[in-house]
């Protein structure tokens, strides 16, 4: 339920689509009140503009993304790396028969990277279908292992956890299938902006985690302004949707805070 009711309620709340329809709803009320109507329409226009084009969406991104600390290597053994699913587009991969990545691929190329660079490390992929209808539908771990060699990594070298559909699933199912023991290091990959959320849900499932924050959308303090609407709407919408994530996994008890840090 709180799958299906995630997924819907994100429809109406996404800033994108909650401006749109009030554009709408102003239009419609300016049928009968021309003045309320024009209102709403200039208020959600405006709106619309400053979401897309300000700094707003890096303001929002900003303590999302510098929660936790960028990873640095020191020398300690890696037990394990686990990857959390988001970043591969399943329909695409099906259809062109190769591997299509979203602008999370990132995660995709540390997946790669930390293989190669820690050859006795478990690698685990997790990442299931996050269609609501869920019959027919290609999970994103079928199609790494279907795609693992482009990324330079046997396909049997990773374990894959392929019944997740959001990141509390990814967190309980990846810490059932590989039982982690005590005092081993295991790197948690994802986007920066999606760790706090990630962290927590580990925690939450026993499953002792060290970051390893990619998919950065901000650097170091900047504050930026986009040179198309849509971009900085699409920025908006991913940020807004990780804080009410955030709000809701805590609410749910997935987390243990509504902002996991370090």
């Not at 009030?22 to 024009?38: C, I, S």
């Not at 259809?95 to 050859?119: F, K, S, T, W, Y």
Request: glycine share 12%.
């Amino acid at each position: 339920m709180f799958f299906v009711l995630s997924k819907v309620l994100w429809f109406l709340a996404a800033p994108s689509n909650l401006l749109l329809l009030l554009v709408l709803a102003g239009a419609g009320l300016g049928l009968r009140w021309p003045h309320l109507g024009f209102g709403t329409c200039a208020a959600a226009g405006l709106m619309l503009l400053v979401g897309g084009v300000s700094p707003l969406a890096s303001l929002v991104f900003g303590p999302l993304e510098n929660r936790f600390p960028e990873f640095r290597d020191d020398g300690a053994p890696v037990a394990g790396i686990v990857v959390l699913g988001g970043a591969v587009e399943t329909g695409l991969s099906s259809a062109r028969d190769q591997l299509v990545v979203n602008d999370a691929g990132e995660r995709m190329i540390a997946l790669g990277d930390l293989a190669r660079r820690h050859p006795q490390a478990v690698v685990v992929f997790s990442g299931g279908s996050g269609r609501l209808t869920g019959d027919g539908a290609v999970s994103e771990s079928a199609i790494v292992r279907r795609h693992a060699a482009s990324l330079g990594v046997s396909p049997e070298r990773i374990t894959y956890e392929d019944r997740s559909r959001n990141t509390r699933e990814n967190a309980a199912f990846s810490a059932e299938l590989v039982k982690p023991k005590p005092g081993q290091r295991w790197l948690l990959v994802t986007s920066a902006w999606h760790m706090p959320r990630a962290m927590g849900c580990f925690r939450k499932a026993g499953f002792a985690a060290t970051a390893y924050p990619v998919d950065y959308r901000t650097g170091p303090g900047a504050v930026a302004l986009h040179s198309t609407a849509g971009d900085g709407l699409f920025e908006l919408d991913v940020a807004v949707r990780e804080w009410l994530g955030l709000v809701a996994y805590r609410a749910s008890g997935y987390t243990e805070t509504v902002f996991p840090g370090p």
